[in-house]
């Protein structure tokens, strides 16, 4: 059978599913301030007031956003220690330094997002959820020149690396926004 026809029909397919309502795209959900509970990844957080929050699979990061992911964006995951940090392919371990866990975050998002030189402005330890970990504030311009600035949280357990990040334009959006994104990791807990 031929390849693309074959492509093209499962195409079709998937859009008249789509269409036909046979398949329910995520939608946004508003927060109204309350506790997101993610059973895949033993976690639990409060999202700003007034924001919106999506996940489109359990595997997926925990996306809020206020504005609109564009201007400004919470994320908050988790990954098992073998996949850790998939674009360089490295692992994470319960055991793991801070700063190295920091590093290997840094690297595996320069690589992930290709968005050129990534500054890390500040990298100290921090606990999330009670468990020592980093907090790493990096900057970068896009590639229309637009400057951005991202505040990230993480750490590793015995279940796997977690982090809540947070980025936004530097230009307005950031200020705005980094408080309420640093009183949700105050809220940020595991889960038994």
Same mark, same amino acid.
Not at 2 to 11: D, H, Q
Not at 71 to 95: C, G, N, T
């Given at each position: 059978?031929?390849?693309?026809?074959?492509?093209?029909?499962?195409?079709?397919?998937?859009?008249?599913?789509?269409?036909?309502?046979?398949?329910?795209?995520?939608?946004? @959900?508003?927060?109204?301030?309350?506790?997101?509970?993610?059973?895949?990844?033993?976690?639990?957080?409060?999202?700003?007031?007034?924001?919106?929050?999506?996940?489109?699979?359990?595997? %997926?990061?925990?996306?809020?956003?206020?504005?609109?992911?564009?201007?400004? #964006?919470?994320?908050?995951?988790?990954?098992?220690?073998?996949? #850790?940090?998939?674009?360089? @392919? @490295?692992?994470?371990?319960?055991?793991?330094?801070?700063?190295?866990? %920091?590093?290997?975050?840094?690297?595996?998002?320069?690589?992930?997002?290709?968005?050129?030189?990534?500054?890390?402005?500040?990298?100290?330890?921090?606990?999330?959820?009670?468990?020592?970990?980093?907090?790493?504030?990096? #900057?970068?311009?896009?590639?229309?020149?637009?400057?951005?600035?991202?505040?990230?949280?993480?750490? #590793?357990?015995?279940?796997?690396?977690?982090? %809540?990040?947070?980025?936004?334009?530097?230009?307005?959006?950031?200020?705005?926004?980094?408080?309420?994104?640093?009183?949700?990791?105050?809220?940020?807990?595991?889960?038994?």
């Amino acid at each position: 059978m031929n390849v693309r026809l074959t492509t093209r029909c499962l195409v079709i397919i998937g859009l008249v599913a789509i269409a036909s309502g046979c398949v329910t795209p995520p939608k946004w @959900e508003d927060s109204y301030g309350n506790e997101y509970v993610d059973p895949d990844g033993g976690y639990a957080i409060t999202l700003p007031e007034g924001w919106a929050w999506i996940k489109y699979n359990a595997k %997926a990061p925990l996306l809020s956003s206020h504005d609109g992911p564009d201007l400004q #964006a919470i994320r908050v995951f988790y990954r098992a220690h073998d996949k #850790a940090f998939p674009a360089i @392919e @490295e692992r994470s371990s319960a055991d793991m330094p801070p700063r190295e866990l %920091a590093e290997l975050f840094v690297a595996d998002l320069r690589k992930e997002r290709s968005v050129g030189t990534i500054e890390i402005v500040d990298n100290v330890p921090a606990d999330l959820g009670g468990v020592s970990g980093f907090r790493v504030e990096l #900057a970068w311009r896009s590639e229309s020149g637009l400057r951005y600035r991202a505040l990230v949280y993480g750490c #590793a357990t015995a279940r796997g690396f977690y982090a %809540a990040a947070y980025n936004a334009p530097l230009l307005h959006y950031y200020e705005k926004s980094v408080g309420p994104f640093e009183q949700s990791v105050r809220t940020f807990k595991f889960q038994a």
